[in-house]
């Protein structure tokens, strides 16, 4: 596959520049007249962005000797503080906007797209009023307790292979997980994001396409991070989990979304480059489906069988009751004991 062109991304915002200095300069602290030379401004007006800093949560330290140091971050999602924890990736997050509440993330970003929005963007909401899952399902979006967000590609793939973002969509979020709370979640085919038989994330791909190719594609992921269980209403209770409810703590949003981007990138890359199957086995290693008797349903259409693989598209390869190999692209599966 080839690499499609790229715009670059816009400057890096002062306050991007700020955070990720102070980040790096940890107790030793960022020292204002540096950042100053750095962005072209007087120290004064380093010392005025410390000051939204400080109002917007960030709780900063200032000493003559040390500078200016992070001693803690609020429980917000903030564009130019992922930017700053992300440090620069290949395509995904090369923009990112946050919104404290939408109706849908898909439906922003798929806006976004039809205005020629190069790929890579990202938008955040704090909240969703309609959040909606796969197969037409809502999808609750509390304020301030879980990650909703969309990502805007361009891929350079025929919407048949429209799956193959799925997988790798589900390898980004399980890794992203993993590396933030030390947990290991389950994929189930396609792209829940799973502890046991509760769903923790899962990932809605809504595509504009032409015949024989892709236009855009909207990537959209939610995760319960920090829900109760009493966040949940009480029909999810035993079908739903939270990371926060699995690790025993509250999990760091922001931390997690900069690691979700980053992670996402990189598959993006192995897909571009024409890399699918690296990925792909990390999704069979991965996934809890495989080698399960599997009932699957396709619209009217109920199939049993034995999920036996992942196939080059991105397809399960199910061995249905007559020994027949099918390759299923999209639906719904229940896994049987
Ligand atoms: C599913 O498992 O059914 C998919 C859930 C996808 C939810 C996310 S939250 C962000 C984005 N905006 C939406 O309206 N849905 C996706």
Same mark, same amino acid.
């Given at each position: 596959?080839?690499?499609?062109?790229?715009?670059?991304?816009?400057?890096?915002?002062?306050?991007?520049?700020?955070?990720?200095?102070?980040?790096?300069?940890?107790?030793?602290?960022?020292?204002?007249?540096?950042?100053?030379?750095?962005?072209?401004?007087?120290?004064?007006?380093?010392?005025?962005?410390?000051?939204?800093?400080?109002?917007?949560?960030?709780?900063?330290?200032?000493?003559?000797?040390?500078?200016?140091?992070?001693?803690?971050?609020?429980?917000?999602?903030?564009?130019?503080?992922?930017?700053?924890?992300?440090?620069?990736? %290949?395509?995904?997050?090369?923009?990112? *906007?946050?919104?404290?509440?939408?109706?849908?993330?898909?439906?922003?970003?798929?806006?976004?797209?039809?205005?020629?929005?190069?790929?890579?963007?990202?938008?955040?909401?704090?909240?969703?009023?309609?959040?909606?899952?796969?197969?037409?399902?809502?999808?609750?979006?509390?304020?301030?307790?879980?990650?909703?967000?969309?990502?805007?590609?361009?891929? =350079?793939?025929?919407? !048949?292979?429209?799956? %193959?973002?799925?997988?790798?969509?589900?390898?980004?979020?399980?890794?992203?997980?993993?590396?933030?709370?030390?947990?290991?979640?389950?994929?189930?085919?396609? =792209?829940?994001?799973?502890?046991?038989?509760?769903?923790?994330?899962?990932?809605?791909?809504?595509?504009?396409?032409?015949?024989?190719?892709?236009?855009?594609?909207?990537?959209?992921?939610?995760?319960?991070? =920090?829900?109760?269980?009493?966040?949940?209403?009480?029909?999810? *209770?035993?079908?739903?989990?939270?990371?926060?409810?699995?690790?025993?703590?509250?999990?760091?949003?922001?931390?997690?979304?900069?690691? !979700?981007?980053?992670?996402?990138?990189?598959?993006?890359?192995?897909?571009?480059?024409?890399?699918?199957?690296?990925?792909?086995?990390?999704? !069979?290693?991965?996934?809890?489906?495989?080698?399960?008797?599997?009932?699957?349903?396709?619209?009217?259409?109920?199939? %049993?069988?034995?999920?036996?693989?992942?196939?080059?598209?991105?397809?399960?390869?199910?061995? =249905?009751?007559?020994?027949?190999?099918?390759?299923?692209?999209?639906?719904?599966?229940? !896994?049987?004991?």
């Amino acid at each position: 596959m080839s690499t499609p062109s790229r715009r670059t991304a816009p400057p890096a915002a002062p306050d991007t520049v700020i955070l990720a200095a102070m980040r790096s300069a940890g107790e030793t602290g960022a020292s204002g007249a540096e950042l100053a030379k750095q962005l072209g401004v007087s120290r004064a007006a380093i010392w005025a962005r410390i000051e939204e800093l400080r109002k917007l949560g960030y709780d900063i330290g200032a000493s003559p000797h040390h500078g200016y140091v992070l001693r803690a971050c609020p429980d917000a999602l903030h564009a130019d503080d992922l930017h700053a924890r992300l440090g620069g990736t %290949q395509v995904v997050g090369r923009e990112i *906007r946050v919104f404290k509440e939408t109706d849908s993330t898909n439906d922003l970003v798929d806006k976004l797209a039809h205005d020629g929005v190069a790929e890579g963007m990202v938008v955040f909401a704090e909240s969703q009023h309609q959040g909606r899952g796969r197969l037409g399902r809502r999808w609750l979006s509390p304020a301030g307790k879980g990650l909703w967000f969309s990502v805007l590609l361009r891929p =350079n793939l025929s919407p !048949m292979a429209a799956t %193959q973002l799925t997988v790798i969509s589900a390898v980004a979020v399980s890794r992203a997980i993993e590396r933030e709370t030390g947990l290991r979640p389950g994929i189930k085919w396609p =792209n829940d994001i799973m502890f046991g038989t509760r769903k923790c994330a899962g990932i809605l791909i809504e595509l504009s396409t032409e015949i024989d190719h892709i236009r855009h594609a909207v990537l959209g992921i939610g995760v319960d991070v =920090n829900l109760a269980a009493e966040d949940f209403p009480p029909e999810l *209770r035993d079908l739903a989990t939270s990371l926060r409810a699995e690790a025993g703590r509250e999990i760091d949003r922001p931390a997690l979304a900069a690691a !979700m981007l980053r992670e996402l990138d990189y598959v993006y890359a192995r897909l571009r480059e024409g890399d699918f199957h690296q990925v792909g086995d990390e999704w !069979m290693r991965r996934c809890s489906t495989l080698g399960r008797r599997v009932t699957l349903k396709i619209g009217d259409r109920t199939i %049993q069988g034995v999920a036996e693989a992942l196939d080059d598209e991105g397809a399960l390869v199910v061995r =249905n009751e007559h020994g027949h190999v099918e390759q299923i692209l999209g639906g719904d599966v229940t !896994m049987q004991r």
